[in-house]
Every structure is written in structure tokens, then in C-alpha cells.
């Protein structure tokens, strides 16, 4: 066990409706990254959150948008879903001085229908 | 697009047997690391390997990496029926900012 949790496990959306996945760090770490993972693919890179700041983004529309809190817990939103958004999506929290140390959550499986 | 990219897809060996996983990738690195994934779960950390080191053990772990030829490989000795799972290399290059960029990973199959 990491200590990093994620919310809701599963979930299903339909097509163009909006949905919000949340991420609680390891204790003691400032730097949140959170990965899509489609189905016999690796992770891909969305975002990744420093002191509630977001400090680096991947290949993904505006739609896909984050926060975090003071308490360095994260929140990823994706608007207007699309089919191709059903994957698992994966959160993982780093210390701000070594963030290639990756400490992954569960993950949160998304299908869209 | 993928960093790296492993070499099988798929193996499928017996317990007792060693299992070998390649991974080329792109573009300079600093450290490059394998992680583990259960049935579509989270990501485990398995080992990181610096540039300047050419192998490193940890267990039954093996990695070596070949800067000039940009590839690494991952060996697991003696495997067992619960090493049966996916397995990724990632890097986030020369920047340390730990957006790590994952190949599509080698799925292993271990059968008792």
C-alpha cells in the first residue's frame, strides 16, 4: 500500500456529461501527477500539480482540468465526456525535492457509454 | 506518444523459469525506472536505475541499461505464479520533474 487513495473506484458517465475524480497524496507530499491509461496501453501524462499550482500538462484538450488543495489532495474534471475518455485513470503523489519518485494510487476506472 | 517501448508484448513462461523484459526509448535520460501493475490496478515502484549505472539488483530483480544503445531490461529470476502482471519502464528524461512518459509494457504470464 502506497497511502495514496482515489475516489470512486469504478464509475460510469454517459456521453457529454462532466466528471470529477479525486486523489488523496501520501502524507507529507506537495506534488500530485495524474495519468489516463487506456485499455493494453501504458499510462499517459494529464497533468501534474505542485503546490497547488499546475506545473506541467500533457497532450489533453482544456476539458481535462485539476486542482489541488492546501492539504495537497487533488481533483481531476473532465467536461464533456467522450467514449474515447473511458480508461483508468491513475493519480500519484511525489515529495516536491525527488517528484520522478511516483507513488501510485488505485486508480479510478471511468467508462463512458 | 510513448518514451519507451518493451520488447515482448506478451510472455507466457512456467514458474521456475527466468523472465526477460526489453525497453528502448527516445531521448536522453537521467534515471529510468520499471514499474509493476496488477489486473489493471495501481502502479507498483519496482527499481530505478541511473544513467551512470549499467546494472542493478533488488531481489529477484535484475536491470541493466545500455545508455548508447537507449534500452534497458528488466530480468526476474525464478519467477512465481504471483509475478503474473504487466510491467512498464518510464522516464522523464534529463528534467526530473517526474512527467514520466511509459512505454506499452510487457504483459507476463507466469503458470504454476
Known amino acids: 500500500e502506497t497511502g495514496v487513495t482515489q475516489s470512486p473506484t469504478h464509475l460510469i458517465k454517459t456521453r457529454g456529461q462532466q466528471v470529477t475524480l479525486r486523489c488523496s497524496s501520501q502524507?507529507?507530499?506537495?506534488?500530485v501527477s495524474w495519468y489516463q491509461q487506456a485499455l493494453g496501453q501504458g499510462p499517459q501524462f494529464i497533468f501534474q500539480?505542485?503546490?497547488?499550482?499546475?506545473?506541467g500538462r500533457g497532450n489533453f484538450p482544456p476539458r481535462f482540468s485539476g486542482l489541488q488543495f492546501p492539504n495537497y489532495s487533488s481533483e481531476l474534471n473532465v467536461n464533456a465526456l467522450e467514449l474515447d475518455d473511458s480508461a483508468l485513470y491513475l493519480c500519484a503523489s511525489s515529495p516536491g525535492s525527488r517528484k520522478n519518485e511516483q507513488y501510485f494510487g488505485p486508480g479510478t476506472r471511468l467508462t463512458v457509454t | 506518444s510513448q518514451q519507451g517501448e518493451e520488447d515482448p508484448q506478451a510472455l507466457s513462461i512456467q514458474e521456475g523459469e527466468n523472465a526477460t523484459m526489453n525497453c528502448s526509448y527516445k531521448t536522453s535520460i537521467n534515471n529510468l525506472q520499471w514499474y509493476r501493475q496488477n489486473s489493471g490496478r495501481g502502479l507498483v515502484h519496482l527499481i530505478l536505475?541511473?544513467?551512470?549505472?549499467r546494472e542493478k539488483h533488488s531481489g529477484r530483480l535484475r536491470v541493466t541499461l545500455d545508455t548508447s544503445k537507449k534500452s534497458s531490461s528488466l530480468l526476474i529470476t525464478a519467477s512465481r505464479a504471483a509475478d503474473t502482471a504487466s510491467y512498464f519502464c518510464a522516464t522523464d528524461g534529463t528534467s526530473n520533474t517526474g512527467k514520466l512518459i511509459f512505454g506499452q509494457g510487457t504483459t507476463l504470464q507466469v503458470k504454476p
Open positions: 502524507s507529507g507530499h506537495n506534488t
Open positions: 500539480y505542485y503546490r497547488e499550482e499546475e506545473n
Open positions: 536505475i541511473r544513467s551512470n549505472e
